[in-house]
């Protein structure tokens, strides 16, 4: 069974930067096809598209963010990570790391880890 899981830190203070990780099991990052996002979902708000790492390590960044993330990936551990810098209140949200299949299934998706920004 695959299972994807965030951590982050939950608070976070303004300007500062924001690093979440997503750890795999059941399935390797490298696996030929398969895509890994970060979406996040602020308070009442819907859900909106932050970055990918696809499994040939090829990076995609949502162009209202570009200029603040990076997406990386630390094969050895099945870990993907997302670096938000200089945090805004409006970078509070839930965070998901979502797989993404070779058939472009979005089928399993992490429990989310909820960060606010706020000094």
């Known amino acids: 069974q695959v299972q994807l899981q965030e951590s982050g830190p939950g608070l976070v203070r303004p300007s500062q930067t924001l690093s979440l990780t997503c750890t795999v099991s059941g399935a390797s990052i490298t696996t030929d096809g398969h895509h890994w996002h970060w979406i996040r979902q602020p308070p009442g708000k819907g859900l909106e598209w932050v970055a990918t790492?696809?499994?040939?390590?090829?990076?995609y960044y949502s162009p209202s963010l570009k200029s603040r993330i990076s997406i990386s990936r630390d094969t050895s551990k099945n870990q993907f990570t997302l670096q938000l810098s200089s945090v805004i209140p409006e970078d509070s949200a839930a965070y998901y790391c979502?797989?993404?299949?070779?058939?472009?299934?979005?089928?399993?998706w992490g429990q989310g880890t909820h960060i606010t920004v706020s000094s």
């Open positions: 979502v797989r993404e299949r070779d058939t472009g299934e979005y089928d399993v």
């Open positions: 790492l696809s499994y040939r390590d090829t990076k």
